[in-house]
């Protein structure tokens, strides 16, 4: 009778916490919410089941038969938590993105192990059939394992065993190249990024979100929510965008848990996105602006970022992880530029409401921001006065923000700019005249703004990108100007 009742409850106990579980789903999501609990789900029968198929196994002898006892309740809480992970398995599946027959084979078989599990609680309940009761635990880990093994391909590929060995079969995802400008693109640089880091969640047999990234036809085919990749516009397509979100958001991708791509990496994707994802062209075909020649360097022998001209020569400290937390927490990007000293790059791609007052947050990293990307954010001319004081300040984008010409008098004291996108704001020759104090400009981007070329022979040494259209070109003009692929 005592054990009858340790039964019962046993199972009152699993029923109501897996009642419980989804109760707490919020209305509308269950796709996520499932996601989220189903390894708990899956894992938990797995551990129990093989718990009590070694209790069994060590109760046959005789010294060990006491342990016979417990494998019933262990039983009916693993066959309870079998049922529960094939229920959650079938609802995760409709959400598709997964090869039908391997998940077909893997549900059958998760089926089978519930099945099994169940039919050994009535056996061992009523004693029936003794002498099977080891030999169908045996057959039961067997059909779990396996169901395990074609989970396991299909949440993290079919080399999830032995990608992380030494001898595991995935490529590096960008390697030393010898000559660099000679390299292609994306086979030699942008493609082995994705099979190292994207594939083995969109491929053939597990097309998470109905996106394949295995080769170029299905990139630019998208997936079920529409296209991934917008040829020069990376800040719109999603094969970029989902990179660079917070690391707690659910549509950051690679997911949080899975290995992500490193800074470099980043701003590779992004480089070959902005100048048209071409499949053919090399990297000497391509405009390269000062950040994306310091990861081309960082991948050819005997390079290093320390030399590169756009890079402060000094190491800067790490910076606090208290400080980039301020940031972070409002969907701004803080990344590393380089492997040995603090430098970073600062991107606030997916935070549009940062503003002015949030400028403040960059000052506790005003010795390590060396890239600044606030493009399309809130900013405005008094956030300008912030980043002024930014003394390794190379690289700011500020193309869709509200800054004038005033702002403009502000980053006239960045004298160690070098790069600044005014694309889409509301400055004047005015304002970009204050710029000719700022010796080391090397690029200036004025497309839709008041700039005219009346004013682009104060900037003899600056390449001026104009977005590719006709410059009108005044009869005192004695620069030839011509069109900026």
Known sequence: MGYQCAYDETFKIAIRQVINLLQAAPQGSWSLFIGRFHPLLVHLPIGILIVAFILEWLSRNKRLAFLGSSVLPILIFGAVSAIAACIAGYLL??????????????MWMGIGVAVI??????LRRYSLFRKSWLWVSAAMILMLSAAGHLGGNLTHGEDYLTAAMPFGSRKAPVATIPNIEEAKVYDQLIKPILEQKCVSCHNAGKLKGGLRLDS????????????????????????YKRLV?????????????????????????????????STTAKVKDLRKSSR???VLEGLQPASGPGNHPFMPKEEARIASAKDIDSLEMLGVKVMPVAAGNGFVM??????????????ALLLPLKSQIVWLKLSNTAVGDSA????????????????NTAITDAGLLELAKCKQLKYLNLVGTKVSDKGLLALQKNKGLQELFVYKTGVTAAVFKAFPDVRIDTG?????VLETDTMVFRKVK
């Open 216 to 239: 170029m036809v299905h990139i630019l085919k998208g997936g079920e929510n529409g296209p991934v990749l917008k040829e020069t516009m990376p800040e719109s397509s999603e094969l």
């Open 292 to 294: 994306i020649e310091l």
């Open 468 to 472: 590719g259209y006709l410059v009108p």
């Open 346 to 359: 600062v991107n606030a791609i997916n935070a549009s409401g940062f503003n002015n007052k949030n400028a």
């Open 117 to 122: 599990a169940s039919a050994l609680c009535i």
């Open 245 to 277: 979100l917070s690391d707690d958001d659910d549509k950051r991708m690679p997911p949080k848990g899975k290995p992500q791509l490193s800074p470099g990496q980043v701003e590779l994707l992004y480089w070959w996105i902005e100048q048209g994802a």
């Open 384 to 399: 300008m006065k912030i980043l002024a004081q930014l003394p390794e300040l190379t690289r700011l984008s500020l193309e």
């Open 93 to 106: 599946s409709l959400s598709g993105g997964y090869e039908e027959s391997a998940l077909d084979l893997h």
